[in-house]
């Protein structure tokens, strides 16, 4: 008996310490992701700048290059351009692929979404780059809340599983 309940306490410790590394391991994926985007943006530029390639065949190309979420967001803006437009397209991606972005990080690449596929080049241009910028200031917010809050919440699951297991005791 008293081998079941170390056994169901040892269980909860670990529980509530996975836990808190799963919480912690948010804010690492948000910084990637962040920088997956801006590096699948500047990989958009440099398509419209050089190869001059339709926008669906760009993002699909990209989204091949990128793994994770990002990757699958810029695939699926190209599947849903055969039935929408660019920036419909690009906002639907956004909202329906899963990803560890903030609601702000999200309406950032929403406004990249208003100008897709409607202006000229150089229009493109400068708001992929006004995006790019913005998207600077998200990763270093998302890197202090990264410092910040990973070993927080880490130490913080153990912490409480150990407490919940002594008070079991």
């Not at 690492?28 to 985007?37: A, F, G, I």
């Not at 150089?122 to 917010?141: A, H, M, R, W």
């Amino acid at each position: 008996m008293v081998f079941i309940k170390l056994f169901i306490l040892l269980l909860i410790f670990l529980v509530c310490l996975y836990s808190g590394k799963i919480i912690a391991k948010k804010y690492s994926e948000r910084v990637d992701e962040l920088k997956d985007m801006k590096n699948g943006l500047n990989m958009f530029l440099t398509k419209i700048r050089f190869t001059y390639e339709s926008v669906p065949e760009s993002f699909n190309e990209i989204g091949n290059n990128i793994n994770g979420n990002m990757g699958r967001i810029f695939i699926k803006a190209a599947e849903d351009m055969k039935e929408r437009s660019a920036g419909e397209a690009w906002d639907l991606a956004l909202d329906e692929q899963y990803n560890n972005l903030t609601r702000e990080d999200i309406d950032i690449l929403k406004k990249l979404g208003r100008m897709l596929g409607k202006t000229d080049v150089e229009g493109q241009i400068s708001e992929i780059k006004l995006v790019q910028n913005f998207l600077d200031t998200q990763i270093e917010q998302a890197e202090v809340e990264r410092q910040k809050n990973e070993k927080l919440y880490k130490t913080l699951g153990g912490v409480l599983g150990l407490a919940i297991a002594i008070i079991l005791v």
